[in-house]
């Protein structure tokens, strides 16, 4: 059963950082696609960086560029996005997703995680 699990949210004020993590487990996951997305309450799911498991190709959303990066450790099976800079626009749940198609879009990840709430206090 493949499970993805996050960690590292919480609330922290604004210029602040966090460290999130997504635990991946369940099948080998050489190959996919390791993304991050968050959604604020109502609004759509949002793409923020996705890196390929086994190469790198980091890209960003516009609106983290230069503040957050992703990164992988492959031994542990777990992908992190370090967040500094934080804004108060950052406040959303953060889910992390795996697919086997490289693109930006929610909808062709396979596997998702069950989020962590991050909150940016002005």
């Known amino acids: 059963q493949v499970q993805l699990v996050e960690s590292g949210g919480g609330l922290v004020q604004a210029g602040g950082s966090l460290r999130l993590s997504c635990a991946a487990s369940?099948?080998?996951?050489?190959?996919?696609?390791m993304a991050w997305f968050r959604q604020a309450p109502g609004t759509e799911r949002e793409f923020v960086a996705r890196?390929?498991?086994?190469?790198?190709?980091?890209v960003y959303a516009d609106s983290v560029k230069g503040r957050f990066t992703i990164s992988r450790d492959n031994a542990k099976n777990t992908v992190y996005l370090q967040m500094n800079s934080l804004k108060p626009e950052d406040t959303a749940v953060y889910y992390c997703?795996?697919?086997?198609?490289?693109?930006?879009?929610?909808?062709?990840?396979?596997?998702w995680g069950q989020g962590t709430q991050v909150t940016v206090s002005s």
């Open positions: 369940g099948r080998t996951f050489s190959g996919y696609t």
């Open positions: 890196i390929f498991w086994t190469g790198g190709f980091t």
């Open positions: 997703a795996a697919g086997q198609r490289i693109t930006v879009v929610a909808r062709t990840y396979d596997y």
